[in-house]
């Protein structure tokens, strides 16, 4: 049979009503009909024509194939990104279990195994999974609870990173993962296993466990201390700085050379540890008050990557280990052997490291001024 212009006209119109909204995907039908019906000599009918070979295209109906085709593009990539999720999360997870192992058995190395993990899970890992979700189904609750779990994840993450290196913030992103899970995520949790059909129990326990992490979790945020407990701590260290400058009024006429020695070392180690954290010399109360619970850059300001002590510090231990003739010190002091004292990692450390390393500001000054009343108490 010969088709005209009109009959091409016909298909073309016909085929957009049917459902076929893609025009590349039109065309293409038009060229397969075009084809069967011209090759077919037995009749010049053109209804009867198109009404027999029409049908061999779908089961149902002709849209069948236009969802077909949306279903194709839709998910043309889709193997190649579920892969890159699984691989990005197993690299994630491997730098995260590392840095945790490192972190915790103080190795060097640590810090940068964390933040690259986060940034895989946080750049490459959720959101993958998320569009994904989204290829897979359109959006609507599930999809958007995926959505709300993949930010709570990227917001704990980063919290969880910046409360282990003491970085600024970490308290807020904590306190706003708490709030997506708590009050955004658990809702909508709510509303879609409301809105279910089956009302599973396991969406119901899954609420009730995501409730009682918010609980626990909640428990590790790390509020601010009383002002009450915050002026007693500055009140204590003030207390120290009172009672060395009465000592040293009234006892320094008693000590000799080697002891006036591990006094100035104390005294350059203190105003070496203030001048490289805030960049000028401030007092004990307010370098405390300024630089709270932070271990990372009072340990970086005292000590190199190799965990190696500073000139100062270093200095400090062979004064004070040259101090054997003073018994009294030695056993206030509970020195003896240098290298008995078990360190986090339950090796041997020196008494430099034991007593500095991996330590608070607060904790440092007062070890300092503890080795100083206990020499001035020495000579009592």
Not at 65 to 72: A, C, G, K, N, Y
């Given at each position: 049979?010969?088709?005209?212009?009109?009959?091409?006209?016909?298909?073309?119109?016909?085929?957009?009503?049917?459902?076929?909204?893609?025009?590349?995907?039109?065309?293409?039908?038009?060229?397969?009909?075009?084809?069967?019906?011209?090759?077919?000599?037995?009749?010049?009918?053109?209804?009867?024509?198109?009404?027999?070979y029409l049908p061999r295209f779908?089961?149902?109906?002709?849209?069948?194939?236009?969802?077909?085709?949306?279903?194709?593009?839709?998910f043309s990539n889709y193997y190649?990104?579920?892969?890159?999720?699984?691989?990005?999360?197993?690299?994630?997870?491997?730098?995260?279990?590392?840095?945790?192992?490192?972190?915790?058995?103080?190795?060097?190395?640590?810090?940068?195994?964390?933040?690259?993990?986060?940034?895989?899970?946080?750049?490459?890992?959720?959101?993958?999974?998320?569009?994904?979700?989204?290829?897979?189904?359109?959006?609507?609750?599930?999809?958007?609870?995926?959505?709300?779990?993949?930010?709570?994840?990227?917001?704990?993450?980063?919290?969880?990173?910046?409360?282990?290196?003491?970085?600024?913030?970490?308290?807020?992103?904590?306190?706003?993962?708490?709030?997506?899970?708590?009050?955004?995520?658990?809702?909508?949790?709510?509303?879609?296993?409301?809105?279910?059909?089956?009302?599973?129990?396991?969406?119901?326990?899954?609420?009730?466990?995501?409730?009682?992490?918010?609980?626990?979790?909640?428990?590790?945020?790390?509020?601010?201390?009383?002002?009450?407990?915050?002026?007693?701590?500055?009140?204590?260290?003030?207390?120290?700085?009172?009672?060395?400058?009465?000592?040293?009024?009234?006892?320094?006429?008693?000590?000799?050379?080697?002891?006036?020695?591990?006094?100035?070392?104390?005294?350059?180690?203190?105003?070496?540890?203030?001048?490289?954290?805030?960049?000028?010399?401030?007092?004990?109360?307010?370098?405390?008050?300024?630089?709270?619970?932070?271990?990372?850059?009072?340990?970086?300001?005292?000590?190199?990557?190799?965990?190696?002590?500073?000139?100062?510090?270093?200095?400090?231990?062979?004064?004070?280990?040259?101090?054997?003739?003073?018994?009294?010190?030695?056993?206030?002091?509970?020195?003896?052997?240098?290298?008995?004292?078990?360190?986090?990692?339950?090796?041997?450390?020196?008494?430099?490291?034991?007593?500095?390393?991996?330590?608070?500001?607060?904790?440092?000054?007062?070890?300092?001024?503890?080795?100083?009343?206990?020499?001035?108490?020495?000579?009592?």
């Open positions: 049979m010969e088709l005209s212009s009109s009959h091409v006209d016909f298909i073309l119109s016909d085929l957009q009503n049917k459902g076929i909204a893609s025009e590349d995907l039109r065309l293409d039908l038009l060229d397969h009909i075009c084809c069967l019906m011209e090759s077919d000599k037995s009749s010049d009918d053109f209804d009867g024509l198109y009404a027999q779908f089961e149902k109906d002709l849209k069948e194939i236009q969802d077909e085709t949306d279903l194709l593009i839709r190649v990104m579920k892969k890159f999720m699984f691989i990005s999360g197993g690299i994630s997870t491997a730098l995260f279990t590392l840095g945790c192992l490192f972190k915790v058995m103080h190795w060097p190395g640590a810090a940068v195994l964390l933040v690259s993990g986060a940034a895989f899970m946080c750049l490459f890992f959720l959101p993958t999974i998320f569009f994904n979700s989204l290829k897979e189904n359109k959006m609507g609750l599930q999809t958007l609870r995926i959505l709300i779990a993949v930010v709570f994840g990227i917001v704990i993450t980063t919290s969880i990173v910046f409360k282990v290196m003491h970085w600024p913030f970490a308290n807020i992103l904590w306190t706003t993962s708490m709030v997506l899970l708590a009050f955004v995520y658990l809702p909508v949790h709510i509303i879609q296993w409301r809105r279910s059909e089956e009302k599973n129990t396991s969406m119901y326990l899954a609420a009730l466990l995501i409730f009682c992490a918010v609980a626990l979790l909640f428990t590790l945020t790390n509020l601010q201390p009383s002002e009450r407990v915050s002026n007693a701590r500055l009140e204590s260290v003030a207390q120290e700085e009172l009672t060395l400058a009465y000592l040293n009024q009234n006892e320094a006429s008693l000590l000799d050379s080697a002891e006036r020695m591990v006094l100035n070392q104390i005294h350059l180690v203190r105003n070496k540890l203030k001048t490289r954290l805030f960049e000028s010399e401030i007092s004990d109360e307010e370098a405390v008050e300024r630089m709270g619970n932070n271990i990372t850059h009072t340990t970086h300001a005292l000590f190199d990557q190799n965990q190696e002590a500073c000139n100062e510090l270093q200095v400090l231990a062979k004064a004070v280990e040259g101090l054997k003739s003073n018994s009294s010190f030695q056993e206030m002091m509970r020195m003896g052997d240098q290298e008995v004292y078990v360190g986090r990692d339950k090796e041997k450390w020196p008494w430099v490291k034991y007593t500095f390393y991996h330590l608070p500001l607060e904790q440092i000054l007062t070890n300092l001024n503890k080795i100083e009343l206990t020499l001035f108490l020495s000579k009592k």
